[in-house]
């Protein structure tokens, strides 16, 4: 969800090589050097499908499934009980078996506080992360994992929760000069999962892993990349071997691959800036073709991979 009481005052924060022997200390990677962007006009994207009934209200997330052909996994923002939406490529939702209504998958055991992305493990669970924390202030950051449900179920059960924690935030809220512990992208590289944070006093995003989850613990996140990305991180996918990470802000989509192991930054980078009302979600649709989603129109649309421009 976007909104103005989503804006904080921009204070740049200090790069000297100072913190960055700290950094490295601290085993955080570096941050990857800037790319310098061309001057392109940015895309009009339109929509190739419209979202029905309950799944158009705020569509945070977007995941294709490993378990259906042509289904996908979408979710709302707060604001919505705690349902995922199995959708097709028109966008229309499956209906429920059981209550013979196009109302979704009831997530039994999860509260949507603040419901911003979901994605898929090589174990064939549905991760949905509860992560949104606009006023750096959530002690509660949460992981739901449930087994893939029928897309005609009409109610599912949370099999584990996992909550996180960001290692650098000590106090809560955090200083308006350090509030980047907001995070509306997660993603999967076999069964690792990944956050990507939405930056509200700079222009960069922080790369963090989740290493031996454990249930009902805090566990602190991995700081392993930052990247000077120019916008607020909404959405993110990796495909399905983990190569490439697809990431979207409000304005571009860019696609990183990875140059070693989960070193996203440091390989080949590649961008599109866009024009659309509110892109919240991405995902990779096929090797060549991403799916975006839009939160405030209710939209989908498909974006080439040969559409973005090469940096690096």
């Avoid at 804006?7 to 700290?22: C, F, H, K, Q």
């Avoid at 158009?56 to 490993?66: F, K, L, N, Q």
Wanted: proline residues 8%; charged residues 30%.
């Amino acid at each position: 969800m976007r909104s103005g009481s989503r804006r904080r005052p921009r204070v740049a924060r200090p790069r000297s090589r100072l913190l960055l022997l700290g950094l490295a200390a601290a085993g955080c990677a570096a941050p990857a050097p800037p790319v310098a962007l061309p001057g392109r006009e940015p895309a009009e994207l339109v929509p190739r499908a419209r979202l029905e009934g309950r799944a158009a209200r705020e569509t945070s997330g977007i995941v294709r499934s490993r378990q259906w052909p042509a289904l996908y996994w979408v979710h709302n923002d707060s604001g919505d009980e705690p349902r995922l939406y199995p959708i097709d490529r028109d966008g229309k939702v499956n209906v429920a078996a059981r209550e013979g209504r196009p109302d979704g998958v009831l997530l039994g055991g999860a509260t949507n506080v603040d419901w911003e992305d979901i994605t898929t493990d090589a174990a064939g669970h549905l991760i949905v992360a509860d992560v949104g924390n606009n006023y750096n202030n959530r002690r509660d950051l949460v992981l739901y994992y449930l087994d893939e449900p029928s897309p005609t179920a009409g109610f599912t059960t949370v099999k584990k929760k996992v909550f996180l924690r960001y290692p650098e935030q000590a106090v809560f809220p955090a200083p308006l000069d350090d509030f980047n512990y907001d995070s509306e992208a997660v993603f999967t590289r076999g069964d690792t999962v990944y956050l990507l944070t939405k930056h509200r006093s700079d222009r960069r995003t922080r790369l963090y892993r989740l290493d031996d989850p454990r249930p009902h613990e805090t566990n602190l996140l991995t700081r392993v990349g930052e990247f000077e990305i120019g916008g607020k991180v909404t959405g993110a996918d990796a495909s399905p071997d983990g190569r490439e990470l697809a990431v979207v802000t409000y304005d571009a989509v860019w696609l990183f691959t990875a140059h070693a192991g989960d070193d996203y930054f440091g390989g080949e980078v590649r961008w599109m800036p866009f024009r659309a009302p509110q892109v919240e979600g991405v995902c990779f649709d096929s090797p060549g073709l991403l799916l975006l989603s839009d939160e405030e129109a209710g939209a989908l649309y498909e974006v080439p991979v040969e559409a973005l421009t090469r940096l690096r």
